[in-house]
Structure formats: structure tokens, C-alpha cells
């Protein structure tokens, strides 16, 4: 740019004093006419860098996202392939065999359908038990009632043989037939006693249990969800719309479900665009700057974005926790560039763009903007250089 520029500048300086010679050639005018350019040029530098300030270090960054089985067993399909081939969410990666955890989950059905037998047992012995007490509760209230009426006549035999007036053998029957319900009021009563605890020990069977449901069952329900959802897990999908790089996993392999295994890598499809800037390139840049930025990956091309934000922070502002103390002045390294992260306008958010792909940016600030078409002419220039491919061989 800065060429052309002085190109543009020496042809009206030939124009104006050598063919039309409008005014004179000679030491005064030539001081001038050397002197108007270095000027120029410099405090437009300056103004670009700081109302228009651009970057030569462009990168696009993807995040990665390892998959890990969570079940062990043996591959028995991977249906994804590898390369510039985008993977949907929620398409099937791999499935390991599922016969293991079929045969789990049938074996836990099984005993669940047991386990609520046994509850529905134990409902019915609680009700039989209840019923049992009832019962003789009420023989113990028909053989207390007789047993009054036995403990009357006793008295009253009691009294004729005193006075001479009754028999002697009725007395003996009746305190034989007062013996007897007492041996029946007594076997009643025991025989609540027995009910009572049979009824105390199926409430407590039945009282063991979680949101209202028997204990045991509770338990093997859960596992029964457990195991299904394993079952589920044997078909492992992919949790985003990505690209599958570098797939190595095939069937008859043996994934081990352990956390720190990956058996294959996803790159998300899309990717977050990140320019590094000098920091005191920065002071005028603010979030929803116009943005442009070129990659080497598409020569000639503009795309289009805005300022996200302003990443201030990096690593030589961190200190991690250690018992060495900082050291201060000694090797001291240069300051660091920010990070500034674009979004990238509308028309463009359907363009491929590689991860690691680099290449140049530039923003435009709300200040001056009638020297943002002199950087937008350089990094439109910059972009048809990326044509150039300069190799000797």
C-alpha cells in the first residue's frame, strides 16, 4: 500500500513540476517534495495502528472432545469415518456387544417381578394376620361374656349348697364349666398374642421402604435402571456436530471404559476465530468493533465478523501457587499480546475453517473512520498475496 501510495504521490510530483512545470525544480521544492511523503506516510502508519490497528497473527481454534466408552465389551461396528466428513449429533459412533447387558437386565427383570411377588405375599399375610387378630379379639370378648356368666352361676350354686337349698353336683358342674373358659380365655388370648406378632413383623417387613415402595423391590428396580441404562450406553453417539480425526478404533476392538482412555478424538465443526494483538494496539478497541480478518486457506477472500471481546489475560499475568517467590528483573520477558476473539458475520458462518488455519485482521475503531479504507485496501491486498506460492520446486 505504502508503495503504491509514493507511486501515486511521484507520478503528480513528475506531473506538476517536470512535464507541466507549474512550479519550480529546485532545492527548496525538491526538500519538500521529499520531506511531504516520509510525513505522511508516518503519521498514517501511526493512525492506522491506532484508530485501524491489525494483526499478522490470525488462528482458528477448535475445541476437541475425547470420546471414552462408558461399558467395557467388543466392538462390533463403527459406522463414522474419519476426514473432512461432518458427523451429526446424536449419530452412532461405535456399539459395543450388548448381549452381557441384555442378559443383566433380563436377569434383574426377573427379580423384580419376584420381589413384587413377595410384596404382594407379604400384603396378604399382613391382611390375614389383621384378620386373625380381629378373630380373636372377638372370641376373647364371646368367651369373657360367658365366663361372667360362668363366675354368676358359681356364686350362686355357691350360696344354695350354703343354705342347704341347692346341689351339691350342680356347684362342682358349674366351677368345672368356669375352669374350662378360662383354659378357652387364656388359649384366646395367646392366640392374639401370636396374631399380634405376626401382624407386628409382616408391618415391619413392609415398613422398610423408599417413596412408598417395599425396600427390596426399591433396590432392584434400580438396578434394573441401571442396567438398562447401560444396555443404552453399548451405543455410543456423538454429543456435538463434529469431525472425526485420526480414527483408529475398529470392530473386534475391546474398549475398556476407563476415563483417561480415549478410543477416539472429535473436532467440533465449529471453531472460535482469535487474533493476537500488541497491547498497546488495544486502548480503542472496544466489543462490537467492525472486524475483517484473511486466511491463508482461502487467498483473496475477505471474511466479515465483529469484536466478541478483549481476552485480557494471559500467562505471564498468572501465578500459580508454589512456595518459590517471583523472581523479579532478572531474564524479564518482553510483554505479551492480547487475544481478541471475533464473531464472525452472518454470511460467512457457513465457511469451512480448518483449526490451526492462520492469517491477518484488522478492526475498525469509532474513531477516524476516513482512514479505515487505507487498511482495508492492505489486508485486501495482503489476501490476493496469499496466492502467491513460493516455492522453488
Known amino acids: 500500500m505504502e508503495a503504491l501510495l509514493l507511486g501515486i504521490y511521484g507520478f503528480f510530483v513528475w506531473l506538476i513540476f517536470i512535464k507541466l512545470k507549474w512550479l519550480p525544480w529546485n532545492i527548496k521544492t525538491q526538500v519538500t517534495v521529499a520531506i511531504i511523503p516520509i510525513v505522511g506516510l508516518t503519521a498514517m502508519v501511526l493512525l492506522l495502528n491506532i484508530f485501524a490497528p491489525s494483526s499478522a497473527d490470525v488462528r482458528v481454534f477448535k475445541y ?3 470420546i471414552v466408552s462408558q461399558l467395557r465389551g467388543r ?4 459406522p463414522v469415518e474419519e476426514g473432512n466428513r461432518l458427523v451429526k449429533k446424536g449419530e452412532v459412533l461405535f456399539k459395543i456387544d450388548p448381549e452381557p447387558y441384555r442378559l443383566t437386565v433380563n436377569q434383574l427383570e426377573a427379580q423384580l417381578a419376584s420381589a413384587i411377588a413377595s410384596q404382594k405375599e407379604l400384603m396378604e399375610s399382613l391382611k390375614g394376620a389383621r384378620g386373625a387378630v380381629d378373630q380373636s379379639a372377638a372370641r376373647m370378648r364371646e368367651i369373657a361374656a ?3 356368666l360362668a363366675r354368676a352361676r358359681v356364686t350362686q350354686n355357691r350360696e344354695l349348697v350354703a343354705t342347704g337349698a341347692g346341689s351339691k353336683f350342680d ?3 358349674a366351677e368345672t364349666n368356669f375352669k374350662d373358659l378360662e383354659g378357652q380365655f387364656d388359649a384366646a388370648r395367646a392366640s392374639q398374642v401370636q396374631a399380634r406378632a405376626g401382624e407386628q413383623q409382616t408391618v415391619q417387613k413392609l415398613g422398610a421402604n423408599v417413596n412408598g415402595e417395599f425396600a427390596q423391590v426399591a433396590q432392584v428396580r434400580a438396578q ?7 444396555l443404552e450406553q453399548t451405543v455410543t453417539r456423538s454429543p456435538c456436530d463434529c469431525f472425526v480425526v485420526n480414527l483408529q478404533l475398529r470392530a473386534g476392538g475391546y474398549v475398556a471404559g476407563v476415563p483417561f482412555n480415549a478410543v477416539m478424538t472429535l473436532v467440533e465443526a465449529e471453531g472460535q476465530v482469535v487474533a493476537l494483538f500488541n497491547q498497546n494496539e488495544l486502548h480503542k478497541v472496544a ?3 467492525e472486524a475483517e480478518f484473511t486466511l491463508l486457506t482461502y487467498p483473496g477472500r475477505i471474511i466479515k465478523g465483529k469484536v ?3 481476552i485480557w489475560a494471559q500467562g505471564q499475568g498468572q501465578l500459580p501457587p508454589s512456595g518459590t517467590l517471583p523472581m523479579i528483573g532478572v531474564l524479564t520477558q518482553p510483554p505479551g499480546r492480547f487475544a481478541v476473539k471475533f464473531d464472525i458475520a452472518d454470511r460467512d458462518k457457513e465457511l469451512f475453517m480448518a483449526a490451526g488455519a492462520a492469517g491477518g485482521a484488522a478492526i475498525y475503531t469509532e474513531h477516524l473512520a476516513a482512514i479505515h479504507i487505507l487498511r482495508k485496501v492492505i489486508l485486501r491486498i495482503g489476501a490476493y498475496t496469499n496466492y502467491l506460492i513460493l516455492k522453488l520446486h
Open 64 to 66: 476437541t472432545v475425547p
Open 75 to 78: 466392538v462390533i461396528e463403527v
Open 146 to 148: 360367658r365366663l361372667e
Open 171 to 173: 356347684l362342682e358342674q
Open 224 to 230: 434394573l435402571e441401571n442396567a438398562r441404562w447401560d
Open 287 to 289: 466489543p462490537g468493533n
Open 308 to 310: 466478541d471481546s478483549v
